[in-house]
């Protein structure tokens, strides 16, 4: 079992905080794990840590500046981890790795952090130029690292009313949706427990349309072979 936070924007404009405790596993966890504490998020009034941002603040996204309704959080603790656990390791992004200031400086992200793909080919196949790929494939040891902090390390993850795409330190990363393929294999039991961290939402429906479709960097691979 894990410790999950979370923070909602409600209906009526209050913001609902909450302690969880549910199963150390994927469905949970990737709604938590994206972005390290420090991470700076660009809203309408400058960046902003990730751990300063509430529900309601206004942030920027591809799609204009929006409001965020969720804020999810909990703690990468060096192996302590289960069988079923993502959270065995974080990712460093090193400055200028894809790019003059992408990212400026360091930028840790966990096991949930998705970056968008852009490649020829995938429009002929799938109808978009771009999809998304966990940033954890394309650790290479040299400027994308795959790290176990010696501490414990807080994370979080930001919901926005649809699914979109943030710049964080300069590069395209995901907005939190559990997918549409996390309702298929839960229990009841375990779809009350996950939706009991989205007050502000009725059913899994709520979280709406993929702004991009999701693969592997493996995948992606397969297109030059």
Same mark, same amino acid.
């Given at each position: 079992?894990?410790?999950?936070?979370?923070?909602?924007?409600?209906?009526?404009?209050?913001?609902?905080?909450?302690?969880?405790?549910?199963?150390?596993?994927?469905?949970?966890?990737?709604?938590?794990?994206?972005?390290?504490? =420090?991470?700076?998020?660009?809203?309408?009034?400058?960046?902003? !840590?990730?751990?300063?941002?509430?529900?309601?603040?206004?942030?920027?996204?591809?799609?204009?500046?929006?409001?965020?309704?969720?804020?999810?959080s909990t703690v990468f603790v060096p192996g302590d981890c289960g069988e079923a656990s993502i959270l065995t390791h974080l990712t460093r992004i090193t400055p200028d790795t894809f790019g003059l200031g992408r990212p400026g400086t360091d930028l840790l992200v966990g096991p949930?952090?998705?970056?968008?793909?852009?490649?020829?080919?995938? @429009?002929?196949?799938?109808?978009?130029?771009?999809?998304?790929?966990?940033?954890?494939?394309? !650790?290479?040891?040299? @400027?994308?690292?795959?790290?176990?902090?010696? =501490? =414990?390390?807080?994370?979080?993850?930001?919901?926005?009313?649809?699914?979109?795409?943030?710049?964080?330190?300069?590069?395209?990363?995901?907005?939190?949706?559990?997918?549409?393929?996390?309702?298929?294999?839960?229990? !009841? !039991?375990?779809?009350?427990?996950?939706?009991?961290?989205?007050?502000?939402?009725?059913?899994?429906?709520?979280?709406?349309?993929?702004?991009?479709? @999701?693969?592997? @960097?493996?995948?992606?691979?397969?297109?030059?072979?």
């Amino acid at each position: 079992m894990r410790k999950y936070e979370a923070a909602a924007l409600l209906p009526d404009l209050t913001i609902s905080f909450q302690n969880h405790v549910a199963p150390a596993i994927p469905l949970f966890e990737e709604a938590t794990s994206a972005f390290a504490r =420090g991470t700076l998020i660009q809203t309408v009034r400058g960046p902003v !840590a990730i751990e300063d941002l509430l529900p309601g603040d206004y942030i920027e996204t591809a799609g204009g500046s929006e409001p965020v309704m969720w804020i999810g959080s909990t703690v990468f603790v060096p192996g302590d981890c289960g069988e079923a656990s993502i959270l065995t390791h974080l990712t460093r992004i090193t400055p200028d790795t894809f790019g003059l200031g992408r990212p400026g400086t360091d930028l840790l992200v966990g096991p949930a952090a998705r970056m968008v793909q852009r490649r020829e080919k995938l @429009r002929e196949l799938i109808g978009q130029d771009a999809v998304l790929a966990p940033v954890a494939d394309f !650790a290479d040891g040299d @400027r994308l690292l795959r790290v176990q902090p010696h =501490g =414990g390390v807080q994370l979080f993850h930001l919901m926005l009313k649809r699914h979109t795409i943030l710049q964080v330190g300069g590069i395209e990363m995901e907005s939190y949706h559990p997918g549409h393929s996390a309702g298929q294999t839960m229990s !009841a !039991a375990t779809r009350a427990l996950f939706l009991s961290m989205f007050p502000n939402l009725e059913g899994l429906e709520d979280f709406g349309q993929l702004a991009m479709t @999701r693969t592997t @960097r493996a995948a992606l691979e397969s297109l030059h072979a």
